[in-house]
């Protein structure tokens, strides 16, 4: 799940120009692993843009770069779009499809340029954003609505087969019982909380089981823009 979707200008005070929430970071409990989420996530947007200063101080540079970075259990994503000079950035769960929120995260940038270049440069001389609202309804569409990098593991044989294979040794006990969990509404996180078990372990087993045939990963997909 994405849980938020910032765009900020890189060209003076690393001004958000619009920022979109799906899902709240849950975030509240001071003591909890993503107390500090938001305070990582704009240190780290904050080095990226002086990285880019640094390296560009004309903003003569009109390529793109990645980084992928992980704060507490969930991945920030950071998009550098330069022909524009702004940032695309997410946070999002830790086993959702990163290319699959690239690939969204790339067409935001691209229809966000196309849209608002003229208004770029209107925003570089008063600091007013009220022009980029309207994008949140781009960036509900492209992520179909967060959903878009999420991955669903599902059963694809019967109950009796799946027996039959734990019998026979070509799958374990513990293989076994993730496979019952492959329901096709239940994440991979999801499935090692219900389990209590080692995410690593969980996603190591649930490739033996794609590879096996005995479960199929179901994802959303997005068009190219």
Do not use: W
């Not at 990226?48 to 793109?64: N, Q």
């Not at 000079?85 to 929120?101: A, H, R």
């Not at 940038?109 to 570089?124: C, G, I, N, P």
């Amino acid at each position: 799940m994405i849980y938020s979707i910032y765009i900020i200008d890189i060209t003076q005070s690393g001004i958000p120009l619009v920022e979109y929430s799906f899902k709240d970071l849950g975030c509240s409990d001071e003591d909890g692993p993503r107390s500090k989420v938001f305070d990582e996530f704009f240190n780290n947007i904050g080095k990226t843009i002086k990285k880019i200063r640094e390296e560009d101080p004309e903003h003569t540079i009109h390529s793109e770069f990645t980084r992928i970075l992980l704060v507490a259990d969930l991945n920030v994503i950071i998009h550098y779009c330069g022909i524009g000079e702004f940032v695309v950035c997410s946070i999002n769960d830790l086993d959702d499809n990163k290319e699959k929120i690239l690939e969204a995260i790339e067409a935001l940038a691209r229809r966000f340029y196309q849209k608002h270049r003229t208004d770029l440069q209107e925003f570089r001389y008063s600091n007013k954003t009220h022009m980029f609202k309207s994008f949140q309804i781009d960036i509900m569409n492209l992520t179909l609505n967060g959903n878009i990098g999420e991955e669903y593991p599902m059963l694809i044989i019967n109950q009796k087969t799946l027996e039959r294979l734990k019998k026979m040794s070509i799958i374990s006990h513990e293989e076994y019982l993730i496979a019952k969990h492959c329901e096709g509404t239940n994440s991979p996180f999801k499935i090692a909380e219900i389990l209590d078990e080692d995410y690593d372990n969980i996603k190591s087993a649930l490739t033996k089981l794609t590879n096996l045939d005995i479960i199929e990963k179901s994802m959303v997909s997005i068009a190219k823009k």
